[in-house]
């Protein structure tokens, strides 16, 4: 039950914190990014790489899946602009709700939610990465010009996009027989993320003692847990 409960949760808190408590900084919330992005990529490989690849009845064909993954990560974000790794472009007076954007995000979390049965480290990280993706979409929802009703069908079905990813990957015959197939799409999703993460935390390759500190500490996080 807490695999559905959680990344909703996360969502939910991601836009709650916004909200109400209104980070004026933008560089705690970059802080926050770069600690997912480092915990991602840690538990991708520590956890849900080897876990493909054991099951994986041909090893090429399982490493096919995980750079179409890349791909298509790289694919969505031709239309989301980067969302699931931290921007969002704000447009002033933008009136049409953006569909593309929020399409390939739920596609994007949709998919997410396919490996997190395979153990709580990977379900961790999941949940890690959602809430300041949730925080970067809350601070442009609320910026922008749409309407309440618009907000909470997006925050609604963004909310409700892994646990239903999980829920077809376990109920749909059709969808668990390809399920480690998947979930090497997955991890190629998720190594181009949380790379391209930790690539744009240090802007222009200047160093950043504060950035630095939170992906080492993920990365240590996601070792020992
Ligand atoms: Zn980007
Ligand atoms: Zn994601």
Do not use: C, D, W
Not at 156 to 181: D, M, Q, R, V
Not at 211 to 218: D, E, V
């Amino acid at each position: 039950m807490k695999h559905y409960l959680l990344p909703f949760l996360a969502v939910v808190l991601g836009f709650v914190t916004v909200y109400f408590l209104k980070p004026q900084r933008p560089q705690q919330i970059k802080i926050l990014l770069s600690f997912s992005g480092g915990f991602l990529l840690a538990t991708t490989i520590f956890n849900l790489f080897p876990e493909v690849y054991e099951h994986s009845e041909n090893m090429k064909t399982t490493g096919l899946f995980v750079v179409g993954g890349m791909l298509i990560q790289i694919f969505l974000e031709y239309f989301s602009k980067g969302a699931e790794h931290g921007h969002v472009h704000h447009t002033k007076n933008q009136q049409s709700f953006p569909l593309l954007l929020f399409g390939s995000l739920f596609i994007h979390s949709f998919l997410e939610g396919f490996p997190i049965h395979e153990g709580h480290e990977i379900l961790l990280g999941v949940l890690i990465h959602k809430i300041p993706v949730a925080m970067i979409m809350a601070t442009f929802l609320l910026k922008s010009s749409f309407s309440r009703s618009q907000i909470l069908i997006f925050l609604g079905l963004f909310s409700i996009a892994t646990p239903l990813g999980s829920y077809a990957a376990t109920n749909f015959e059709f969808l668990s027989t390809y399920y480690h197939y998947i979930n090497a799409l997955v991890v190629g999703i998720f190594l181009h993320i949380s790379t391209t993460i930790l690539f744009e935390s240090s802007e222009g390759h200047k160093y950043n003692i504060a950035k630095l500190i939170s992906i080492l500490s993920a990365i240590g996080l996601a070792y020992f847990i």
